[in-house]
């Protein structure tokens, strides 16, 4: 065990806070539709931020959460309430609070704390805690037990350490896609330093890779969307795509090969991995942050002949996080939403799952009231 780890303590032995109920939206069973709910969330300790909740966008995550499919890993726990791209209102400060007041718009996104003593927590990268982060839904709550309840409700206590600073320059319901989705393609594109002069290629144009589009966009690189949909082609040009090429076609990909510095690969349904390896330059990398359900095969000389790299990413850390927003102020970019009412989350499941939205969905938590 780590010297980090050895410094957690087996339990919180602090007094728990007091707690107020707060009306959600809660999956009860894998098959089930989501209906009303209320949660406890703590009255707001010294260092706590509470926030009334205006939007919270809906991940593809949160459909595999409430139906069980990732119970291999991630068991839910039932009631389930979702959501991890929230943006809302402080409405009530902790007393050693510096960086809120009461009114200012701020965020929450895929976690609400990490152990904050190991190695990555220390360097800023609390989404690959070694002690494993505190999801936003779906964790274990540390604080009151059980687990953690997510952003389809009307309000959240998070420590401030972990909750995000809007801009006034950002519409705060397309802010809110960029919680996730945002971060989760900002995050690699940033880290393998994507930037003027490299050719880059994002995979797919659903939640993720329209973002991707429009960050590789914005860094300066030239951008080819690779799509199965023809349909798909205007939009991703408007995003910010230089080209778009229609990826059953194979010898416009053929044309490709060893001529991109980075492939960012956002599909989560299973798919050819190897078709987009051999687009790769000398030194080239793709990095995967859709996560299809079962292993892709590799053909290995993909990688060896050019000395390519396979890489995957998660979200980003706080830090990345808030640089991420304030870039997207600076930018203006945000998600391109569509926003409905927590009575219609049923419907937009069924919507998410035949891929029926351009390209998130956000959920106007007044509707709740």
Not at 21 to 39: C, H, N, R
Not at 101 to 124: F, H, P, Q, Y
Not at 287 to 297: I, N, T
Request: hydrophobic share 40%; aromatic share 8%.
């Amino acid at each position: 065990m780590s010297e980090a780890a050895r410094q957690i303590p087996s339990e919180d032995i602090s007094p728990k806070p007091q707690t107020f109920p707060a009306k959600a939206y809660a999956a009860f069973s894998p098959t089930t539709p989501l209906g009303p709910f209320a949660v406890a969330r703590r009255t707001p300790r010294p260092q706590d931020v509470q926030i009334e909740i205006l939007y919270c966008g809906v991940c593809h995550s949160d459909l595999h959460q409430t139906r069980n499919e990732w119970d291999n890993v991630m068991p839910t726990v039932y009631p389930c309430v979702p959501g991890h791209e929230i943006v809302g209102r402080v409405v009530k400060t902790g007393r050693d609070v510096k960086k809120f007041k009461e009114g200012d718009i701020a965020a929450v996104g895929c976690m609400v704390d990490s152990c904050r003593v190991c190695a990555n927590c220390l360097a800023g990268e609390e989404q690959y805690c070694e002690n494993l982060m505190t999801l936003t839904y779906n964790g274990q709550d540390k604080i009151l037990g059980g687990v953690t309840y997510g952003g389809y409700t009307e309000s959240i206590v998070v420590d401030e350490a972990y909750v995000l600073r809007v801009g006034n320059k950002l519409d705060p319901a397309g802010a809110a896609p960029l919680l996730c989705a945002g971060i989760t393609t900002y995050s690699p594109l940033h880290h393998w330093k994507v930037g003027k002069g490299q050719k880059v290629g994002i995979v797919g144009l659903g939640g993720l890779g329209h973002m991707g589009v429009k960050f590789a966009h914005a860094f300066g690189a030239h951008v080819v969307l690779f799509t199965t949909s023809p349909g798909k082609t205007a939009d991703a040009l408007r995003l910010g795509a230089d080209e778009v090429v229609i990826s059953k076609d194979d010898s416009a990909m053929q044309k490709l090969g060893a001529t991109f510095d980075f492939i960012l690969d956002a599909v989560s349904a299973e798919h050819d991995l190897n078709a987009y390896l051999s687009l790769l330059k000398l030194n080239g990398t793709m990095a995967l942050v859709g996560a299809p359900p079962k292993p892709a095969p590799v053909n290995g000389f993909n990688l060896i002949m050019k000395r390519r790299s396979l890489a995957g990413s998660a979200i980003g850390g706080i830090r990345e996080t808030q640089d991420m927003l304030n870039f997207c102020a600076e930018k203006g970019i945000t998600s391109d939403i569509e926003l409905i009412s927590i009575q219609q989350i049923n419907q937009a499941y069924e919507r998410l799952l035949k891929g029926d939205v351009k390209y998130r969905f956000v959920i106007d938590m007044a509707s709740l009231k």
